[in-house]
């Protein structure tokens, strides 16, 4: 299961695991280009729509996972979204959206997804966090970096609780990347 999948490294992370072998759940906003997606990757591939930062809606679209393609035995956290606000000008609806999205989903996705990987003793949690949770972030805001140091936290948390059970949990934390999230937020001085 890859979150964000119709961004650059989700779409990348979902054609690395299909051409692996792995059956692919793209999930975004855009069921549209999710489904376009899937369908040119090598396996068997499905594209969903869901709010990540919905609990509800997590646990709904995890169930039609399972029901495609079995089990999820990995989960790429990619869903994310950028604020370039820093402290003074970031308001409290602001704070709460991008931690939503960027920290919330990652564990409402990871509760959903590992009790199939404890049962079989085995699964993959990729948490793509950012740079920005250690170092501030130069251009990304206060919101942003804070939510990307909360899912650096749970990352290592998660990684203690399950490594007993074959689960491994990770963070991959890249500085900026040439992405459409990026590039439609930075201005060319940025």
Known sequence: LV???TGSI??????QLAE??????????????CEEMAAQL??????????????????????????QLGGV?????VAGILSNNKCLETSAEEWRKVHAVN???????????????VAQGWGRVVNLSSWAWKSGGLTAGTAYSASKAALVGLTFSLARQ?????????????????????????SAEQ
């Not at 090598?42 to 029901?67: C, K, M, Q």
């Not at 035995?73 to 956290?77: H, P, R, S, Y």
């Not at 920290?103 to 199939?116: I, N, Q, T």
């Open 103 to 117: 920290h919330d989903g990652a564990f409402y996705l990871s509760k959903a997804c590992l009790p199939h990987m």
């Open 42 to 67: 090598p396996t068997r591939s499905i594209g969903l729509a869901f709010d990540v930062s919905s609990e509800a809606a997590v646990v709904g679209g995890v169930a039609r996972v399972r029901e």
């Open 3 to 5: 979150t964000g999948g």
């Open 162 to 186: 399950f490594a007993a059970d074959g689960v491994t949990v990770n963070a991959v934390a890249p500085c900026y990347v040439s992405s459409p999230m990026i590039t439609a937020q930075l």
């Open 20 to 33: 692996a072998g792995c059956h692919v759940a793209l999930v975004d906003l855009d069921l549209a280009r």
């Open 73 to 77: 035995d990995i989960l790429v956290n």
């Open 10 to 15: 989700g779409w990348a992370c979902a054609k």
